[in-house]
Structure formats: C-alpha cells, structure tokens
C-alpha cells in the first residue's frame, strides 16, 4: 500500500516514522520542507504540493493543526481532494471541528474516494511509541482497511460511526485534559503559597484516587517552573477548548469549568506562552 502523509509537526513526523519503520512506502509533503530530511533517510520520497500526493497514494494521511490548515491542504488546484480518485482513502487525523469534517467527507465522497476522520489522544512521546489512541468515524470499509496502517500508529482505535462523532469524542477527551492541568496547577500553587512543598501534593495526589500518568509526567515540570518543551503546544490545547465551547453551545450545554479554563488557556497564549508546552499555564495561575 503506498501511503501519502502531509503535516510533518510534533505529531506527524513521528507517526510517519513509525510508518516508514514498517515497510510502508510513504510519500509526503509539508509546508516547511526543513522536515523531510530526516525521513527522507528512511526512504520517504518527497511531493511538490498535497496534490501531488493524493495522485501517487492509495492512502492519504493528514496531520493539520487548525481547521484552517486542513482546508489550506485540502482545498483548491493542488490540494489534496484535487488529487484524489475513486477508491483512494484520506484518512484526516488533525483535532478539528465536526463541520470541517463533514465539508471533507462531501469533497472526498465527490471524488468517488473514502473518508475517515481519525483525531487522536496522545502527545509526542505517544506518537513516537504507536500507543496513540486513535478515535475514528466514516467510511467503515476504509477504517476496515486501513487497519494495518492505523495499528502501527496506536495501540487503541475506535470506531464510532458517522463522521462528527469522532471530533466530538477527541474535544470531550481534550476539555478534560485541559481543565485537570488546570487544576493541577492551581492545587500545585496554593500548597506553595501555603507554605508546603508542592512536590509532597504530587505525592499525595499519586497515592490517591486521581492518581494518573499526566499528573506524573507534567507534575515535576510545574514544580520546577523551567522550560515547557513543547510536547502539546499549549495554543492547540487553547484551540481545543474554544472548538469544545462551540460544539456544547450548538447542543445548548452549559460548559462553566472549561470556560474557566479556556479563560487561563487564553491568559496564557497572550503572556507568550503558546508555543510551550500546555503545563505552561501555570505560570498565569502563578502570577
């Protein structure tokens, strides 16, 4: 199965590798073409434009940050529906709204192709592992054949049926997430104005029924208030929770605690922080 990957971040470069490890040929493309280096030693070849790549793959793969990234790739002369022909797959794994990925699908389906969206829960150290939990919805025959590709990407795939629903399970996962960092660093903050070591909190939060790996993973680095070396960049995590306040007012659900995050996720992004990992928030709780 020849495969097309576009989007070479954090996220993409290392699941491309992952591909490129086993056996598959891989074309790609990306926007900063400082990225190919390194897969191109694997033995990925290079595409002039999304186009391009939709016509040389069975399998497209995209990893977009924004929904305006994917309709940047997606749409027009070269982008990928261009592309496309009937029984090529476009599997889209960006965290988008359910609306760009419906728009795909009626593009893609035009094109006599398969869709699925397949957002996923994990960061970068997941991606480079292939234990990312990846959520998907569309077209069951290319989920069904896709199997081989998506199982060395993630150690948990799920399919959920019709496409929206997996956009809607990956920002209800991602407004959890956000909000437990911020609460972890607010507790992490009023132990220290208390007078207590925090790391001693995160002893005790280890030992009880919140208990989790994020908490352990991002815990220290709060703590140490140092760098945040982006393994989620804490302006998409911002991007998250603003794509999740919009689905719940649409359904008419009040959302109060992701709105208070989203609040110090913005705070945030306007201190600078957006590139840094999304533990950076803490340093707006700490302010």
Excluded at 38 to 53: C, D, E, I
Excluded at 54 to 66: F, P, R, V
Excluded at 121 to 143: C, F, N, Q, V
Excluded at 244 to 254: F, I, K, N
């Amino acid at each position: 199965m020849k495969i097309g990957f576009i989007g070479l971040g954090i996220m993409g470069s290392a699941m491309a590798v992952n591909l490129l490890k086993a056996g598959f040929q891989v074309t790609l493309w990306n926007r900063s073409p400082d990225k190919y280096a390194p897969l191109q030693v694997l033995g990925a070849t290079v595409a002039p434009s999304p186009r391009a790549v939709a016509e040389e793959s069975d399998l497209l793969i995209a990893m977009m940050a924004t929904p305006e990234a994917v309709r940047a790739v997606r749409d027009g002369d070269d982008g990928i529906v261009a592309g496309l022909s009937v029984g090529n797959g476009f599997i889209d794994m960006s965290t988008v709204d359910a609306e760009t990925s419906r728009e795909s699908q009626l593009l893609v389906h035009d094109k006599g192709a398969l869709f699925l969206e397949a957002p996923v829960a994990g960061s970068r150290k997941p991606a480079e592992d292939a234990t990312l939990t990846i959520m998907t919805a569309g077209d069951r025959e290319l989920y069904d054949s896709a199997l081989p590709v998506l199982e060395k990407l993630g150690k948990k795939l799920l399919y959920l049926g019709h496409v929206g629903k997996a956009s809607a399970m990956k920002l209800a996962n991602n407004l959890v997430m956000g909000g437990a960092l911020a609460a972890l660093c607010e507790g992490l903050a009023l132990a220290e104005k208390s007078g207590i070591d925090p790391s001693q909190l995160l002893e005790v939060l280890d030992s009880g029924a919140v208990a989790n790996p994020m908490f352990r993973l991002k815990g220290p680095q709060i703590v140490a208030n140092g760098t945040f070396s982006a393994a989620f960049p804490l302006k998409h995590m911002q991007k998250d929770l603003r794509l999740a306040l919009r689905l719940a007012e649409e359904s008419g659900l009040p959302l109060f605690a992701t709105a208070a995050s989203n609040e110090l996720f913005k705070a945030a992004m306007a201190a600078g922080c957006g590139d840094e990992d999304f533990a950076a928030v803490s340093r707006v709780i700490r302010k």
